[in-house]
């Protein structure tokens, strides 16, 4: 399985960006197909998935109603949406194949958990103005 994010930028705040994740592989063999970031300093940090088998969402709480994530079967892509972006939104995106992707909520309140198999390179996006 290979996956390939790319899309990634420089934008100020409010603006949007569209990410594309090209995926090859078997990927229905994975639950869903997934994006994760990073920013610098900080763990990596579930941001929305798409199962592979009905196509439903996830979203981490950070994200949900700016971003949307969707894919095209045809072409093998997985895409990003994102809109509204923030200073906060800084960070390396990658896309995975994935095994499990939830939300849970605990102590530490609501939280995208994932479970990577497969990591592409990233693509970085900045948020600045």
């Known amino acids: 399985v290979q996956l390939q994010a790319s899309g990634g930028g420089l934008v100020q705040p409010g603006d949007s960006l569209r990410l594309s994740c090209e995926v090859s592989?078997?990927?229905?063999?994975?639950?869903?197909i997934g994006w994760i970031r990073q920013a610098p300093g900080s763990e990596r940090e579930g941001v929305s998935c798409?199962?592979?088998?009905?196509?439903?969402?996830v979203y981490a709480p950070s994200v949900k109603g700016r971003f949307t994530i969707s894919r095209d079967n045809v072409e093998n892509k997985v895409y990003l949406q994102m809109n509204g972006l923030k200073p906060e939104d800084t960070a390396v995106y990658y896309c995975?194949?994935?095994?499990?992707?939830?939300?849970?909520?605990?102590?530490?309140?609501?939280?995208?958990?994932?479970?990577?198999?497969?990591r592409g390179q990233g693509t970085q996006v900045t948020v600045s103005s």
């Open positions: 798409i199962t592979s088998s009905d196509g439903r969402t």
């Open positions: 592989g078997f990927t229905s063999n994975f639950y869903a």
């Open positions: 995975a194949a994935e095994k499990a992707c939830y939300l849970l909520e605990d102590g530490r309140g609501i939280r995208l958990v994932y479970y990577d198999v497969y």
